[in-house]
């Protein structure tokens, strides 16, 4: 059975911290990159934070260097570290695995995602 569920978000006053969780069926998480994204109203989904079944990472100039992504194997999660977040990281948080096509986030299945709202 294909889930995605995301948790964690939530209203925080900017420059403050939030932890994103993601617990993913096996059929997704196993032998996928898996990578986080987001999306505002009237904006295409953007993926933000990309972690490879080994680890490595990848991060979106916009959220680099404040952001973390981490994975575990065993748990078949995904996290999401936000620090010094601002007003525009305002979005709706989803994790999947890594989809490089926009037909493809399309076509995709997706969780319901969690809110994060930043506020000044």
């Known amino acids: 059975q294909v889930q995605l569920v995301e948790s964690g978000g939530g209203l925080v006053q900017a420059g403050g911290s939030l932890r994103l969780s993601c617990a993913a069926s096996?059929?997704?998480?196993?032998?996928?990159?898996m990578g986080w994204y987001r999306q505002v109203p009237g904006k295409q989904r953007e993926l933000v934070a990309t972690v490879s079944t080994g680890g490595s990472t990848n991060y979106a100039d916009a959220v680099k260097g404040r952001f973390t992504i981490s994975r575990d194997n065993a748990k078949n999660t995904v996290t999401l570290q936000m620090n010094s977040l601002k007003l525009e990281d305002t979005a709706v948080y989803y994790c999947?695995?890594?989809?490089?096509?926009?037909?493809?986030?399309?076509?995709?299945?997706w969780g319901q995602g969690t809110q994060v709202t930043v506020s000044s």
């Open positions: 999947n695995k890594v989809l490089t096509t926009i037909r493809e986030i399309l076509r995709a299945y």
């Open positions: 096996g059929s997704i998480f196993s032998a996928n990159a």
